[in-house]
């Protein structure tokens, strides 16, 4: 996992990455556009052999964005972000993909979490 420089250099590699499904990363490519982070924003790629294959942003005190994290790296990722934001208290993203990663962190961190919102994208 990386953390960028900068938000255009975040961007530069998380937007064609969350472009694979600009339904899904509603929220991601949003933000991304309206350009707002603040300093405690986190930016994160997640790297293959030098290859970007995911990213990951949150704005506090809103949840962590998880949807752009390939699952793979969910262990990986959360050995990462535990270190550097302990204080991490939620996740968001489609339900399986959150709820993997939630489970990713009990699992190394030992703290619980319970689903507290569900949110649907309708389409008109």
Same mark, same amino acid.
């Not at 964005?65 to 990722?77: E, F, K, R, T």
């Given at each position: 996992?990386?953390? /960028? $420089?900068? @938000? $255009? $250099?975040?961007?530069?590699?998380? $937007? /064609?990455?969350?472009?694979?499904?600009? @339904? +899904?990363?509603?929220?991601?490519?949003?933000?991304?556009?309206? =350009?707002?982070?603040?300093?405690?924003?986190?930016?994160?790629?997640?790297? =293959?052999?030098? #290859?970007?294959?995911?990213?990951?942003?949150?704005?506090?005190?809103?949840?962590?964005?998880?949807?752009?994290? /390939?699952?793979?790296?969910?262990?990986? @990722? #959360?050995?990462?972000?535990?270190?550097? &934001?302990?204080?991490?208290?939620? #996740?968001? +993203?489609?339900?399986? &993909?959150? @709820?993997?990663?939630?489970?990713?962190?009990?699992?190394?961190?030992?703290?619980?979490?319970? #689903?507290?919102?569900?949110?649907?994208?309708?389409?008109?």
């Amino acid at each position: 996992m990386r953390l /960028p $420089e900068s @938000v $255009e $250099e975040f961007r530069a590699i998380a $937007e /064609p990455l969350y472009r694979r499904d600009p @339904v +899904g990363n509603t929220i991601e490519l949003t933000l991304l556009k309206a =350009n707002r982070f603040g300093d405690d924003a986190l930016l994160a790629t997640i790297w =293959n052999d030098g #290859v970007p294959v995911g990213a990951t942003l949150q704005t506090p005190p809103y949840p962590l964005a998880c949807n752009g994290i /390939p699952q793979s790296a969910d262990d990986y @990722v #959360v050995g990462a972000l535990a270190r550097i &934001r302990p204080e991490l208290s939620g #996740v968001r +993203g489609r339900r399986e &993909r959150a @709820v993997a990663f939630a489970d990713a962190w009990q699992r190394a961190t030992g703290r619980d979490g319970t #689903v507290s919102t569900e949110e649907r994208l309708y389409r008109l």
